[in-house]
């Protein structure tokens, strides 16, 4: 097995991908087997921050450009695709991120630790309330969601007059939750 220290330093994610490549086959069948990745392989993307390529440079992201980004999957998903996969959805949920107020920027992606995992799917359903929103609902794919520790998950909100189906004048958010 390859010894990955944090004190490395890695000047790009596709460089970070090539050090995980080896450990990413090492453990394809242990991810595989419990369909889900390998601890050894998550810890890895968590130490050299893939799981927050998306974010700026000032929250621990890469701020890299799409090229760097495409170049970094490419080589993920040449050892495990599954691990590409999820990477990929922890850019995205970083991605989306990048929407919020700064005091909620800084709440969700404090933590370098963390991991997370989205749905772009709208279903659940967030009804309006005093001061926020009542979210329910069940999604049927939320890639990583073993691993996370947030959620990025898109709801129809429903509030007086508006529409309670999906459609033309639908209304859709994304929703943050730990």
């Known amino acids: 097995m390859d010894d990955i220290s944090s004190a490395e330093i890695t000047t790009l994610p596709s460089d970070a991908a090539n050090k995980i490549y080896a450990s990413a086959i090492m453990f394809r069948d ?9 601890p050894v392989v998550v810890n890895k993307l968590s130490e050299f921050a893939l799981f927050r390529m998306g974010l700026p440079k000032s929250l621990g992201g ?15 998903a040449s050892a495990e695709a599954s691990v590409a996969w999820i990477v990929w959805n922890n850019h995205l949920a970083c991605t989306f991120g990048r929407f919020l107020d700064e005091s909620s920027m800084k709440e969700v992606y404090s933590d370098p630790s963390h991991i ?14 005093d001061n926020g929103y009542m979210v329910s609902g069940q999604w049927t794919l939320v890639s990583g969601c073993q691993l996370a520790d947030w959620f990025v998950l898109r709801c129809l909100v429903i509030s007086e007059g508006s529409p309670t189906t999906l459609g033309p004048g639908a209304n859709l958010k994304l929703f943050f939750y730990s």
């Open 30 to 38: 242990e991810t595989e087997s419990a369909r889900k990745i390998a």
């Open 62 to 76: 890469w701020a890299g450009n799409p090229i760097e980004t495409l170049k970094t999957y490419e080589t993920l």
């Open 116 to 129: 997370y995992a989205n749905s772009a799917r709208p279903e659940g359903v967030a009804q309006t309330v």
